[in-house]
């Protein structure tokens, strides 16, 4: 999915999109009882949503959630806080030495605006964190971000531009754009 595919809802794209959405929502409420001291079990279930192993030195503190897994590109040295949500079906990256504080919420997919398209679509575009950047707690991070290397999301930003390097951005203001 690229930031201008548009996935009809009611198409075959949808219905393989929606079973692996119901598998990982299982994968992950599985990894999130087990015992915190499990790791063979967590790295097992790990493997299972991602599709492949953890790379080296990850760090996640569950509860943890996706709603695909598949396309959650993790490198070395990423740390991830509780309760962090990954709607992944467009594609993140997390490069070497980010950090993701408590409660962040990474979304690639979302609707039009339009009332009618927004229930016969979905759209969708990844989102790119470089290295060593730091996302604090509670940011949401939407679809088509790109964040540069060194940069700090602030606590509770909503970020729907893309971050440039060594840079701190803040602030979750809503605005009204338009009305109709």
């Not at 991602?50 to 990850?58: F, N, S, T, Y």
């Not at 740390?79 to 490069?95: E, P, V």
């Not at 604090?136 to 991070?141: Q, S």
């Amino acid at each position: 999915m690229t930031d201008d595919h548009l996935m009809r809802i009611h198409g075959p794209e949808f219905q393989a999109m929606a079973e692996r959405v119901l598998l990982a929502t299982e994968l992950t409420s599985r990894l999130n009882v087990l015992p915190f001291e499990d790791d063979a079990g967590k790295a097992e279930l790990f493997e299972q949503i991602l599709g492949r192993p953890l790379p080296g030195r990850v760090t996640i503190y569950p509860p943890f959630y996706t709603d695909h897994g598949l396309h959650l590109d993790l490198a070395e040295r990423v740390f991830i806080n509780q309760n962090c949500t990954f709607l992944d079906y467009a594609g993140i990256r997390l490069g070497e030495r980010v950090m993701v504080g408590p409660k962040v919420t990474f979304i690639t997919v979302g609707h039009p605006v339009d009332t009618e398209e927004r229930r016969e679509w979905l759209t969708g575009a990844p989102i790119d964190v470089a290295e060593n950047a730091w996302i604090g707690a509670g940011a949401t991070i939407l679809p088509g971000v790109s964040i540069g290397r060194d940069a700090v999301v602030a606590a509770g930003s909503v970020v729907s531009d893309d971050v440039p390097a060594a840079t701190l951005v803040t602030g979750s203001k809503a605005t009204v754009r338009r009305q109709w």
